[in-house]
């Protein structure tokens, strides 16, 4: 291989890897919202609890405070966390268009429970169910590196149209 030829193909997968995890279709569930009409802004204040213990639970947005972002809805609880979230959206988004990120990483497109987050390297993640939270928690470096790799050959699948399991939204309120 030439040093042109290699040039390409390092700055190919370079930018593969660096594109935010996004661009197809987001999940949305029966609430009609991204995130089932959780705060996305909100997860980035929350104190996150270590790999092993439950985190925290998300914070339901409001129905009539909303901005619209790859096709969906977005509720926030907060103008506030509106107007942060319509200033830079692809920061809050959660990978994977809301979709499970250790069912990416094992090579699907699967419903998120918005109260299994996790934020790695400034990037939200969600997951569906405890048990699949510690398979992901095993090797969360090791998982995402498996989820960028699928997703470039399912971003642009069909958005799951799947029910999130044992999961009720309380959000967004109105």
Do not use: C
């Not at 109260?115 to 169910?129: A, C, E, F, H, M």
């Not at 470039?152 to 309120?173: W, Y």
């Amino acid at each position: 291989m030439n040093r042109f030829t290699l040039a390409v193909a390092t700055a190919a997968s370079t930018l593969a890897l660096s594109t935010t995890a996004f661009a197809g279709d987001q999940y949305i569930d029966e609430t009609g919202f991204a995130v089932s009409g959780y705060d996305v802004v909100a997860y980035f204040d929350i104190e996150m609890k270590p790999p092993g213990q439950v985190q925290t639970q998300g914070v339901p947005g409001d129905e009539s405070i909303t901005a619209d972002y790859n096709g969906a809805t977005f509720a926030f609880s907060t103008e506030k966390n509106r107007d942060k979230f319509a200033a830079d959206p692809a920061r809050y988004v959660p990978q994977y268009d809301g979709h499970y990120a250790y069912g990416v990483a094992q090579g699907g497109k699967v419903p998120a429970n918005p109260n299994l987050w996790r934020i790695v390297d400034d990037k939200l993640y969600l997951n569906i169910t405890d048990v699949v939270v510690g398979f992901w928690e095993e090797d969360i470096p090791g998982n995402i590196t498996l989820s960028e790799n699928n997703w470039v050959s399912i971003e642009e699948d069909a958005a799951s149209e799947s029910t999130i399991p044992k999961f009720t939204s309380e959000a967004p309120k109105s």
